[in-house]
Nanobody
C-alpha cells in the first residue's frame, strides 16, 4: 500500500515562501496522480493543486494560482509544492494525496493520504 510522508511545513511571515515535499514509499509512484489539499481550523478539506503521473499537466485552485507551483520527481518518488507570496489565509494543515485515476479536485476521490504538515502564515 502506498504510504506518503509530508515535510517542509512551518511558520512564515506573510509574503514569504515555503516548499512542501511529499515522499512516497513505492516505485509505482510514477503511475499515480498526486494532489495537495489543505484544511484550516473549522473548515472542510480544500483542493490546492494536482499533477498528472507524467508531470506534464498541472491544476490549481483559483486561490493559489500564480503563487503556488506543484511539481514531481518520479526518480525520487517525491512531489513538491512551492508556495510563494504566502498569505495568512493560506494557514492550514497541508496534505498530499494520491490516486491511480486521472485528475480530480475532490478529496473523496483520493485513496492514499499523508499525515499532514502544518503551515502557519503570520500577518
Amino acid at each position: 500500500q502506498l504510504q506518503l510522508v509530508e515535510s517542509g511545513g512551518g511558520l512564515v511571515q506573510a509574503g514569504g515562501s515555503l516548499r512542501l515535499s511529499c515522499a512516497a514509499s513505492e516505485r509505482t509512484f510514477s503511475s499515480y496522480t498526486m494532489g495537495w489539499f489543505r484544511q484550516a481550523p473549522g473548515k472542510g478539506r480544500e483542493f490546492v493543486a494536482a499533477i498528472s503521473w507524467s508531470g506534464l499537466s498541472t491544476y490549481y485552485a483559483d486561490s493559489v494560482k500564480g503563487r503556488f507551483t506543484i511539481s514531481r520527481d518520479n526518480a525520487k518518488n517525491t512531489v513538491y509544492l512551492q508556495m510563494n507570496s504566502l498569505k495568512p489565509e493560506d494557514t492550514a494543515v497541508y496534505y498530499c494525496a494520491a490516486r491511480r485515476q486521472a485528475y480530480s479536485n475532490h478529496w473523496v476521490d483520493y485513496a492514499y493520504w499523508g499525515q499532514g504538515t502544518q503551515v502557519t502564515v503570520s500577518s
